[in-house]
């Protein structure tokens, strides 16, 4: 019942709908109603659960969160990395979203997808996607 | 084991108490040990743990994230709906929330109960109560 | 499989890096695949994940919400006590990180470890860790 996915993010910063994905993780679990745990294995991106009907939502986010948590900014660890900011955010936004499974489908409102945010890119992102079953 | 209601939020942003709800949602569970997952449906509202016996600690939430996330600031979800900083927010506190319960209680530190923040409203939001038992 | 140890803060502001003491609680809950929900029982304090390898970054989240969430700046909840910008930070980084358990080993990334960041210190501080066997 463990899953994992990669995810190749194409620019320093970015959101990449993953619902697709964990929704096939879901099936291939064989779950029917229980929990799945979504969580991406760094510390410089995040799993939030938000709108990608409008693409720029994701892109809302970062912008928000650039304003907040400026890039260059006397930031400690940028003594020895040049990142600060990307461990900033991802600690603000978190690493795993947990949603309920009911009859084998994600319990998610009408509105709401699973995205990946990339603040630290472009990498290879990896996504461990776990199952409860009750 | 699947338990849903509902809150009718009464303006644009708000801070509810809705600790009491799920208390009853255990209760009715019959769960005695497990966890219990409390998720708002929706992408423009979020569920947090912190103190209510100050009511005004909600409040402060909302008006230092207003801070944070201005209401009008060119964010590009507005050029087709007037509400990117209600997604923003929300997808900063983020959905859910996790709660053990230990022998039909939720185990929750003294000054910690459990709030829904409204940031998009009035709306009626559907919040989502589900189980696990260990 | 409860498990709840106790971390004494010794600044108003500080991360501590608890992997150790939680990788010490899965040991002895004996759980070799399955859960492990983390929870600081306090309203002025949060649990996150990121990396401690260097750990300044544990300062730099610190300092960023300092400056997006003055610690003056009129708050209501300053009226009765005068700790609103820590019931602020710690409702925006949350109180409890969900990390899977795979043959008795935390799920984490390479850079990943669990923090305890105190906004309302120096105290004595509660956490709770709670397993789920899959």
Chains 1, 2, 3 share one sequence.
Do not use: Y
Not at 22 to 29: G, L, N, T
Not at 34 to 52: K, Y
Not at 83 to 96: D, E, M, R, V
Not at 100 to 119: H, N, R, S, T, Y
Request: charged share 20%; proline share 4%; aromatic share 4%.
């Amino acid at each position: 019942m463990a899953h994992t996915f990669n995810v190749d993010t194409q620019a320093p910063q970015q959101s990449i709908d993953i619902t697709e994905k964990v929704v096939a993780a879901v099936a291939e679990s064989g779950v029917d109603d229980g929990f799945c745990h979504v969580m991406v294995l760094h510390s410089t991106a995040s799993i939030i659960i938000n709108e990608t009907a409008d693409p720029n939502i994701g892109r809302d986010v970062i912008d928000a969160l650039g304003r907040a948590v400026p890039t260059r900014s006397d930031w400690l660890h940028d003594r020895i990395d040049d990142n600060a900011h990307s461990h900033i955010k991802a600690a603000i936004l978190g690493p795993s979203e947990m949603i309920a499974i009911d009859q084998g489908a994600l319990v998610l409102g009408k509105w709401q997808e699973i995205m990946l945010i990339e603040f630290d890119g472009p990498r290879e992102r990896q996504v461990s996607v776990r199952f409860l079953s009750s």
